[in-house]
Nanobody
Framework: QVQLVESGGGLVQAGDSLRLSCAAS?????VAWFRQAQGKEREFVAA?????????YYADSVKGRFTISRDNAKNTVYLQMNSLKPEDTAVYYC????????????????WGQGTQVTVSS
C-alpha cells in the first residue's frame, strides 16, 4: 500500500507562485500531479519518471510555468507553480503508478487526498 500526502496549497493572487509537495511512503513509482476544478473532470498536470526523475511530462496548459521534481532521499515529489492564473484554481492531487501511460487518470492506483489551490484575479 502506497500512501501519498499533499501539502502546500493555498490562496494566492494571479502571477504568484506556490510549491506543492507530495510525501510518499515509498519512492519506487512514477508520480504525477492531477487537478480537478469544481464541476470539471480531473486532468493531468505533470509527471516524473522513477528513479532518476530525468523524464518529465507536462500538460500544455502548464508547460513553461510549472516544474515537477523529486527527491528520492525524502520520498517527496514537488510541483513548483509559477505565474499562476485564475484558471489554475483546483484541488491538486498527487498519484503514483507503475504503468507508463502517465497522462491517463485510470492508470494510477494510488492517490493522495488533495490540496486546494485558489488563484484570485
Amino acid at each position: 500500500q502506497v500512501q501519498l500526502v499533499e501539502s502546500g496549497g493555498g490562496l494566492v493572487q494571479a502571477g504568484d507562485s506556490l510549491r506543492l509537495s507530495c510525501a510518499a511512503s515509498v519512492s519506487t513509482y512514477i508520480v504525477a500531479w492531477f487537478r480537478q476544478a469544481q464541476g470539471k473532470e480531473r486532468e493531468f498536470v505533470a509527471a516524473i519518471s522513477w528513479p532518476s526523475g530525468r523524464t518529465t511530462y507536462y500538460a500544455d496548459s502548464v508547460k513553461g510555468r510549472f516544474t515537477i521534481s523529486r527527491d528520492n532521499a525524502k520520498n517527496t515529489v514537488y510541483l513548483q507553480m509559477n505565474s499562476l492564473k485564475p484558471e489554475d484554481t483546483a484541488v491538486y492531487y498527487c498519484a503514483a503508478t507503475s504503468q507508463t501511460n502517465v497522462r491517463v487518470t485510470n492508470q494510477y492506483r494510488y492517490w493522495g487526498q488533495g490540496t486546494q489551490v485558489t488563484v484570485s484575479s
